[in-house]
Nanobody
């Protein structure tokens, strides 16, 4: 099983930027589609973005399109989420996940990270 560790969260003012990283424990990470999810305070976890094994195909939830960019570096076994123009409603715990089957918000997952907190102040 691939172990995933997120980092890069923090406190930022509205309009600012953060880059999240998700490091995988094994090279087999490169064979999995990967995704970012988030859980706002008091709400259910929701899909943010995903990327296929090669990095050539991506998919975003409408609310982050044009502001967030998902990418991966297979040589470093790491996935990223560049978040620009952050809004207070982006405040959440952000999780990375490795897909077992499926794509986008509805799928089976092979592994989840422990989460990293992102707080956007107004």
């Amino acid at each position: 099983q691939v172990q995933l560790v997120e980092s890069g969260g923090g406190l930022v003012q509205a309009g600012g930027s953060l880059r999240l990283s998700c490091a995988a424990s094994r090279r087999s990470f490169s064979a999995y589609p990967m995704g970012w999810f988030r859980q706002p305070p008091g709400k259910e976890r929701e899909f943010v973005a995903c990327i296929n094994w090669s990095g050539g195909d991506t998919y975003y939830v409408d609310s982050v399109k044009g502001r967030f960019t998902i990418s991966r570096d297979r040589a470093k076994n790491t996935m990223y989420l560049q978040m620009n123009s952050l809004k207070p409603e982006d405040t959440a715990v952000y999780y990375c996940a490795a897909y077992k089957t499926g794509w986008g918000p509805s799928a089976d997952f092979a592994s989840w990270g422990q989460g990293t907190q992102v707080t956007v102040s107004s």
